[in-house]
């Protein structure tokens, strides 16, 4: 006679050990992806780059951007490369603020080489204010490469050689810069965002360099030849939040190769709220989840031409987009076990912690490595990057001795066995919890207590998890169709000069 009472509570293991592997996926996806990054050294372009100038055309869509737009315009052209070769095209989108006069004043300054293209009907997005410029552009055939940047970011003076010079590889589409936080006066969020950009493309691009798929081209510096923006359509596309990934992916499905560049480094801005980072990240989460729709017939379909649909691209590109999904799934997968009495709930817990605190140690150590001013200066940002709640967590999975009972008995102090229950709760469902606890720091901000408490607070929960909060925001965004406009980030001009 079967015992369906065992089969079940069998079956219900099994189910939660899925959930919790589920939670690991996006861990070892990481691990993976940055073991690759030393064969950069051997695996790279540099052996089909060679020295190329092409005549370059500027396209900068701005809208109020008048405290930033005259610095980057003389920034630009002071850049070591040859004047002649080198054109900006400022498109003015309807702008209410001084930026008109600014940018006039600056084409007076340099004839020839600076345009104001005016848009009197603004407020429709980057990409319709790009392609305002790009309809003139490709009208005249002077321009034999285009590069697209931001009306606040500060390239550094060899940056644009450096990214021209792959493009003597005509197999190559569109080269993308590292941009590099480069708020004249940090504050903690620009110190955190700092050291998230040396993760996210100091290192992890390099990644993908070596496996022939690269994500996304900066929007605030990419460079494309002339044949892929015709071949791509000649236009930016509208219909997504992400216009420059979808741009990345036209390329490489085109047959393009799109490179990163890490030694080309552009300065920006970044925000230095929770709001405003909240903002930023939720219009590319909700422009990628618009993405993944649209190219579901590439994903897990490996083709001759591309690498967009090899497994490893396709697991990192997941493990980033669903990693709320898969930390709600581990948190529900170890409560599961718990509730079970399994034998296996501690360690799979402790096997997960382990693996995550490994990886982000040596994860931290390449970034580190490879933008060692940023590793200088955020190296506390670094260190509680998950939050200093993780890492008392982590250092209770080492250490499991320190919270045995015998220990605060020793102390002279009395804690009954509930607290530890509660304890061992706590721990199973923290990665879950800590992203409400971001959404309830970014409501608390604004107010005078939060003005004071926030700092306190983004250590305490972690950086990371209010990029996760964010992603699960722009699920709930996509689900309720909210309203799908472009809004820029504020800027001051609080740029390393």
């Not at 015998?406 to 721990?427: A, E, K, M, Y």
Request: aromatic share 12%; proline share 5%; with cysteine.
């Amino acid at each position: 006679m079967i015992d369906w009472v065992h089969v079940l509570d069998v079956t219900a293991i099994i189910i939660c050990i899925i959930f919790v592997f589920l939670g690991a996926v996006p861990i070892l996806a990481m691990a993976y992806q940055f073991l690759v990054i030393p064969l950069h050294a051997y695996k790279n372009h540099y052996r089909g780059a060679a020295p190329y100038q092409p005549r370059v055309s500027v396209v900068v869509p701005a809208w109020n951007e008048g405290a930033v737009i005259g610095t980057t315009i003389d920034r630009m052209l002071s850049l070591e490369y040859p004047m002649n070769k080198l054109r900006i095209y400022v498109v003015d989108d309807a702008s209410t603020d001084e930026t008109p006069e600014v940018v006039q004043a600056k084409q007076a300054e340099y004839p020839g080489q600076v345009f104001h293209l005016r848009r009197e009907k603004g407020g429709e997005g980057k990409a319709h204010t790009l392609n305002f410029g790009l309809q003139q552009i490709l009208a005249d055939d002077w321009m034999e490469a285009l590069l697209i940047t931001d009306a606040d970011v500060i390239f550094l003076p060899d940056s644009l050689s450096k990214l021209t010079r792959h493009l003597a590889d005509p197999r190559v589409g569109a080269v993308t810069a590292y941009i590099r936080e480069g708020s004249q006066k940090k504050n903690f969020m620009n110190r955190f965002i700092a050291f998230e950009y040396a993760l996210s493309q100091a290192a992890s691009r390099r990644g993908q360099n070596v496996l022939g798929a690269v994500a996304c081209l900066a929007g605030g510096a990419q460079l494309h030849s002339r044949e892929n923006l015709v071949a791509v359509g000649g236009r930016i596309d509208t219909t997504t939040l992400a216009e420059d990934t979808v741009t990345t992916f036209k390329t490489q499905l085109a047959g393009r190769r799109v490179v990163f560049e890490p030694y080309a480094i552009v300065l920006a801005e970044e925000p230095r709220t929770i709001n405003g980072l909240w903002k930023q990240r939720l219009r590319w989460a909700r422009g990628n989840v618009q993405l993944t729709k649209l190219y579901k017939w590439v994903w897990l379909r490996p083709s001759k031409d591309h690498n967009l649909g090899t497994i490893s691209f396709t697991i990192f590109w997941f493990t980033i987009f669903l990693l709320p999904v898969a930390m709600i799934l581990s948190s529900i997968g170890l409560i599961g076990l718990f509730l079970l009495d399994s034998a296996l709930e501690s360690t799979m817990f402790k096997a997960v912690w382990g693996l995550a605190a490994c990886t982000f140690v040596y994860t931290s150590i390449v970034g580190a490595e490879l933008d060692p001013p940023t590793g200088r200066s955020s190296w506390r940002e670094a260190m509680f990057f998950p939050g200093f709640i993780s890492v008392l967590i982590t250092f209770m999975t080492f250490f499991p001795g320190v919270l045995e009972e015998d220990v605060p008995s020793f102390l002279g102090v009395t804690i009954p066995r509930t607290w530890f229950t509660t304890w061992t709760i706590f721990t199973y469902i923290w990665v879950t919890l800590s992203m409400v606890v971001a959404w309830s720091i970014k409501k608390l901000e604004p107010t005078k207590v939060g003005k004071i408490l926030t700092p306190f607070l983004v250590y305490l929960v972690g950086y990371g998890p209010f990029l996760c909060a964010i992603t699960f925001d722009s699920y709930i965004k996509e689900f309720r169709k909210a309203d799908n406009t472009w809004e820029k980030t504020e800027k001051t001009g609080n740029v390393i000069s």
